[in-house]
């Protein structure tokens, strides 16, 4: 099983910490956000990472061309970058067999292995994809800025019935983990085609076919790290997990 981490974004409103450096190059308790990520792939056992470059590809490239991960990395450049994020997931399409399930990580998210690996070892039944939720609604750092997601339990499991930002009935936040069949990438030339060409247009395609499902990440630590504040709130804390890695 491939995993496929979207590292093509600026981070516009990170500028402050980041001083315009890729954001997944950004240091959280002495380690790098993408170090972090590599390190949980490694834990799950995923030994092939492909990474969807945009924004300073190059730098990106030149801090991981000694990485000491041992992980097989492939980098694909999404020259449209400035593009919604499904733009960037539907680039890893030539990197993927047609025959493997795959996983579809945000770079700027910092989560644990235990997190990922809840996701990857989910099925997928009739779903064509399946992501983590966070049903703790009341402990998420940035409520506004979140993916909400409404779910309704079935006897098939957990599906993902509504999927947008605005929501105002809803019981999850989506937490940027994915587990995906190969024909997902048709879900999102769909939505590159007839709606803006984002990874939740994408999903929404899904949820119109009832393909989507959920996995209820439970007691397991996250946060989407794309704000000054967050970074402030991430590093202010004790991530015991993190000491362990």
């Given at each position: 099983?491939k995993?496929?981490?979207?590292?093509?974004?600026?981070g516009?409103?990170?500028?402050?910490?980041?001083?315009d450096?890729?954001?997944?190059?950004?240091?959280?308790?002495?380690?790098?956000?993408?170090?972090?990520?590599?390190?949980?792939?490694?834990?799950?056992?995923?030994?092939?990472?492909?990474?969807?470059?945009?924004?300073?590809?190059?730098?990106?490239?030149?801090?991981?061309?000694?990485?000491?991960?041992?992980?097989?990395?492939t980098?694909?450049?999404?020259?449209?970058?400035?593009?919604p994020?499904?733009?960037?997931?539907?680039?890893?399409?030539?990197?993927?067999?047609?025959?493997?399930?795959?996983?579809?990580?945000?770079?700027?998210?910092?989560?644990?292995?235990?997190?990922?690996?809840?996701?990857?070892?989910?099925?997928?039944?009739?779903?064509?994809?399946?992501?983590?939720?966070?049903?703790?609604?009341?402990?998420?750092?940035d409520?506004?800025?979140?993916?909400?997601?409404?779910?309704?339990?079935?006897?098939?499991?957990?599906?993902?019935?509504?999927?947008?930002?605005?929501?105002?009935?809803?019981?999850?936040?989506?937490?940027?983990?994915?587990?995906?069949?190969?024909?997902?990438?048709?879900?999102?030339?769909?939505?590159?085609?007839?709606?803006?060409?984002?990874?939740?247009?994408?999903?929404?395609?899904?949820?119109?076919?009832?393909?989507?499902?959920?996995?209820?990440?439970?007691?397991?630590?996250?946060?989407?790290?794309?704000?000054?504040?967050?970074?402030?709130?991430?590093?202010?804390?004790?991530?015991?997990?993190?000491?362990?890695?």
């Amino acid at each position: 099983m491939k995993l496929v981490i979207i590292a093509a974004g600026h981070g516009s409103r990170l500028r402050s910490v980041s001083h315009d450096m890729n954001k997944t190059l950004l240091t959280i308790h002495g380690k790098r956000l993408i170090d972090i990520l590599l390190n949980n792939a490694v834990k799950c056992g995923l030994q092939d990472v492909v990474i969807i470059t945009g924004y300073q590809n190059q730098v990106l490239m030149q801090a991981l061309d000694n990485h000491s991960h041992n992980l097989k990395l492939t980098f694909i450049h999404n020259p449209d970058w400035q593009q919604p994020n499904g733009i960037s997931v539907l680039a890893a399409k030539p990197a993927i067999p047609k025959e493997e399930e795959y996983m579809i990580s945000m770079s700027d998210h910092f989560y644990s292995a235990k997190l990922m690996e809840k996701i990857k070892n989910s099925s997928l039944g009739n779903n064509i994809a399946n992501v983590g939720l966070d049903f703790r609604i009341e402990k998420i750092f940035d409520l506004e800025d979140g993916m909400k997601v409404k779910t309704l339990e079935t006897k098939e499991g957990l599906k993902v019935k509504k999927m947008d930002k605005k929501l105002l009935n809803y019981d999850a936040i989506d937490c940027g983990v994915f587990k995906c069949r190969y024909n997902f990438f048709q879900s999102l030339v769909i939505a590159k085609d007839k709606l803006k060409g984002s990874l939740s247009d994408a999903c929404n395609v899904l949820i119109n076919d009832e393909k989507m499902g959920g996995v209820d990440i439970g007691e397991e630590f996250w946060l989407d790290v794309d704000t000054p504040e967050s970074v402030q709130y991430l590093q202010s804390i004790n991530i015991e997990w993190n000491n362990n890695d």
